[in-house]
């Protein structure tokens, strides 16, 4: 082997060609087919070997290596990318969002910063985001790897904004009153993490009680304002949830938005879910005052199906931002001309060096327009409305909570089935459901009852694959009461 001529690419391009093509077939295949695949499947113990050997010191030519994904990766995915997969929350991708992955890398751009069409494409779906929240222009934003990360940077902004102290230079320990946020008892477990790694303690994020359909209730929160500032405490920011990920439930941010102006508080909106229903003609009134926030953070491999990861922060001051995140040393500097004449991204963000994640959205958001985004969201929550109809018809099955959006929980319910027995045929109809690849929902605990969830944020589910998951709920609820 030449030393000077060893490279990763083909010394010969034909046959590298042919295989990316009929990689590019597979995946066509792997998609176009995927309502006649299980929703999920088992591991047979091949499988689990197979990613248990060790590191290759030696070469396998790449067909080799995509014979292996084809056999153990491809045919056992967690299955969101499936029509009848309503489990946890998840967006379930696109080919063009693949494509666009692919593309990413083919061009291969850093997107810490720079002076090229990949940065300047970067910023373009950052300000078409602000946009489709109505945030002014004056707004900054950047893209990121999911939800979490999105509400971390906009909580670290309202940190440093509401410190009364520099806390870049002195630190936490020298914020002269212990900062509060609050949320609902809903909040997503992210914010918990968020409040920790920001050096404030999971004390800091004080959940508040909700009102029957789970939204943060306002009464409560007022008083948890009150009693901490007469404590001595510092109440610093609300953290409004635009759909909850356990119910879906809205909280009144418009409300949220006029009290924290009157109590000079911070405004963040977790719009992980629900931010994007500004798109969705039949449901964009339920997050009115979203536009008013101070930070908000939304996750665009969710509603609007772009492969993983995808997510935004956007913060209405755009000083505040950079003041949090943009550092200077010597090796980045700007220059007035040539490559690294440009604004740089990675000034509004935790990471220096990025993905090319803006090129996937850009293509879908082009290839579809956001009216067509809008109407997939409203058909979700209207076949999430038809659902939770299904179910309060039945007599076996109850209905746990209203339906707000696209969450619906509820339960296979007999009469004379005491809370233990619930829990136990319901848990095994979600497995069962889970194992005979029929349908993937997951399970919640709503005021202490055990129930099924299915979060239906899924551009290929029909009305028929729910209809199948009501029949298959009520088969499996009798096979297992029925089992000796
Ligand atoms: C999904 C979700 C998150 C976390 O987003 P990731 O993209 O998984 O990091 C945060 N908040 C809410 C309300 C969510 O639904």
């Given at each position: 082997m030449n030393q000077d001529v060893d490279?990763?690419?083909?010394?010969?391009w034909e046959p590298m060609r042919a295989l990316a093509h009929e990689m590019v077939d597979a995946a066509v295949v792997h998609l176009r087919d995927v309502?006649?695949?299980?929703v999920w499947r088992e591991m047979p113990g091949g499988v689990r070997a197979a990613f248990a050997?060790?590191?290759?010191e030696k070469p396998l030519p790449l067909g080799g290596v995509w014979r292996e994904i084809r056999e153990?990766?491809?045919?056992?995915?967690?299955?969101?990318?499936?029509?009848?997969f309503w489990m946890w929350y998840m967006g379930s991708g696109s080919f063009t969002g693949a494509l666009g992955e692919f593309l990413a890398a083919i061009e291969?751009?850093?997107?810490?910063?720079?002076?090229n069409a990949a940065t300047l494409m970067d910023a373009q779906v950052v300000r078409w985001v602000r946009d489709m929240m109505g945030f002014p222009e004056t707004a900054s934003g950047t893209l990121v790897d999911g939800g979490s990360k999105a509400n971390i940077i906009g909580l670290t902004v309202a940190r440093n904004a509401m410190a009364g102290v520099d806390v870049r230079e002195?630190?936490?320990?020298?914020?002269?009153a212990p900062l509060r946020f609050y949320a609902s008892s809903?909040?997503?477990s992210c914010h918990q993490k968020a409040v920790e790694l920001l050096g404030?303690?999971?004390?800091?994020l004080r959940r508040v009680g909700t009102d029957e359909h789970l939204r943060l209730d306002l009464r409560a929160l007022e008083e948890a304002i009150a009693v901490d500032r007469a404590g001595g405490l510092k109440p610093a920011c609300v953290i409004g949830t635009?759909?909850?990920?356990?119910?879906?439930a809205v909280d009144d941010l418009r409300a949220i938005a006029t009290l924290c102006r009157r109590e000079g508080l911070w405004f963040h909106v977790d719009?992980?879910?629900?931010?994007?229903?500004?798109?969705?003609p039949d449901h964009r009134h339920l997050v009115a005052?979203?536009?008013?926030?101070?930070s908000l953070a939304l996750d665009?491999?969710?509603?609007?199906?772009?492969?993983?990861?995808a997510g935004c922060a956007l913060v209405r001051d755009a000083a505040l931002h950079r003041g949090t995140f943009a550092v200077h040393p010597e090796y980045l500097e700007e220059k007035p001309?040539?490559?690294?004449?440009a604004e740089y991204p990675h000034d509004y963000n935790l990471q220096t060096s990025r993905g090319f994640r803006a090129l996937k959205l850009w293509m879908i958001l082009k290839e579809h327009g956001t009216a067509k985004f809008g109407r997939m969201i409203d058909r979700n929550i209207a076949q999430a409305r038809r659902l939770a109809a299904q179910v309060e018809a039945?007599?076996?099955?109850?209905?746990?909570t209203p339906v707000t959006i696209n969450v619906v929980c509820f339960r296979y319910a007999p009469p004379g089935l005491d809370e233990v027995a619930l829990r136990a045929v319901n848990t095994e109809i979600m497995l069962r459901l889970q194992e005979e690849g029929i349908a993937s929902i997951s399970d919640t605990e709503l005021s202490g009852h055990h129930c099924l969830r299915a979060a239906?944020?899924?551009?290929?589910?029909?009305d028929a694959d729910l209809e199948l998951l009501v029949d298959e709920v009520l088969r499996l609820g009798r096979e297992v009461l029925s089992a000796p």
């Open positions: 490279s990763l690419d083909p010394a010969d309502r006649a695949r299980p050997t060790p590191l290759p153990a990766l491809l045919p056992y995915p967690m299955g969101n990318i499936h029509p009848r291969g751009s850093n997107l810490g910063g720079g002076n002195e630190g936490v320990a020298a914020i002269p809903q909040v997503h404030l303690g999971n004390r800091a635009a759909g909850t990920t356990n119910t879906g719009g992980c879910i629900g931010a994007l229903l500004r798109l969705a005052g979203l536009e008013e926030a101070d665009l491999h969710k509603w609007l199906h772009a492969p993983f990861e001309r040539g490559a690294a004449a039945h007599p076996e099955l109850v209905l746990m239906i944020c899924n551009h290929r589910t029909r």
